[in-house]
C-alpha cells in the first residue's frame, strides 16, 4: 500500500505591505507592485495542510483531521485571521510577508504538533491563481 495523503483547507483574511526597509517606496513598487502600497492592503488568503502516512488499522485514519483542524486553528490562523501581517503577528516580525514567506512560518507552526503522520506540505493561496507550497526540510 502507498503512502495516502490527507488534507485540511482553511480560509483567513489579512494585510499586508510587502517591501524592503533599504528601499525607497518607488524602487518598492518597482518590485512588490501593488501589494507594496505604503499603508498595506488586504487579501483573502486560502491554506491547505497535507499530512502523509499510513491509515492506522484501528481507526483507517492517517491523523483525525479533527485533530489538523485543531492545530491549524489555534497555531495559525488564530494568530493570522484579520491581522496585519507585517506588525501584528509574532512568527512573522522582521520577515516580508509574501505567499512564500508565509508557507514557510505556517508550517514551522504547525509540523511540530502533527502527532501522526507527517507533514507533507503546506500551501497557501493569496489569490485563486497565484499560490505557493512549501515541502519543509
Ligand atoms: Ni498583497
Request: aromatic share 10%; with cysteine.
Amino acid at each position: 500500500m502507498g503512502i495516502v495523503y490527507v488534507y485540511r483547507r482553511a480560509h483567513f483574511s489579512a494585510s499586508h505591505r510587502l517591501f524592503d526597509q533599504a528601499l525607497s517606496d518607488e524602487q518598492n513598487a518597482e518590485i512588490f507592485g501593488a501589494c507594496s502600497n505604503p499603508n498595506g492592503h488586504g487579501h483573502n488568503y486560502y491554506i491547505e495542510v497535507c499530512v502523509a502516512g499510513m491509515p492506522a488499522a484501528k481507526t483507517g485514519f492517517v491523523i483525525d483531521l479533527k485533530k489538523v483542524k485543531k492545530i491549524l486553528e489555534e497555531k495559525f490562523l488564530d494568530k493570522v485571521d484579520h491581522k496585519n501581517l507585517n506588525v501584528d503577528v509574532d512568527f512573522m516580525k522582521g520577515i516580508n510577508p509574501t505567499t512564500e514567506n508565509i508557507a514557510v512560518a505556517a508550517w514551522k507552526q504547525i509540523a511540530s504538533h502533527i502527532s501522526e503522520g507527517k507533514l507533507y506540505s503546506v500551501r497557501i493561496y493569496e489569490t485563486e491563481n497565484n499560490f505557493v507550497e512549501y515541502r519543509g526540510d
